[in-house]
């Protein structure tokens, strides 16, 4: 299944300008998701990070693997009416390359663990099919009034 920004935003709470998916281009229910991120010149983390050699921050790359899981979380695991999926902690996360602007970022996610509200994630951000950042995201679906 793929999803569009519309659908993006519906399923998960961040907004412009911390929201880092830009479309899903798969989604197993219940497996795995592959999401694009594309890194923009335009980004102002970049006017800062580092205007004579611009790098997307590894936090910023950290929260677009977990914005990808929580899509995937709130499309597989309907645990709470109106759940929203929220990170809850990162662990073994390594920095396997830069990212920079021009860059197409593919955001890979598959379940790992499920334990009530609680799903665990291994996860990979590639460039150009090399692994740019890996590790796993723990995400909690917490139930929101909308």
Known sequence: MKLD???????IPQRYPFLFVDRVEELVVGERIVAIK???AGEAIFTGHFPANPILPGVIIVEALAQASGILAAKSIPVLENGMPYLAGIENFKFRQPVQPGDCLKLESVIKR???NFITFSCKAY?????AAEGEILTVMVKEDR
């Open 114 to 116: 499920h334990l009530k």
């Open 38 to 40: 594309n890194v923009s």
């Open 127 to 131: 460039v150009n099919d090399r692994v």
């Open 5 to 11: 920004i519309k659908e993006i935003m519906d399923l």
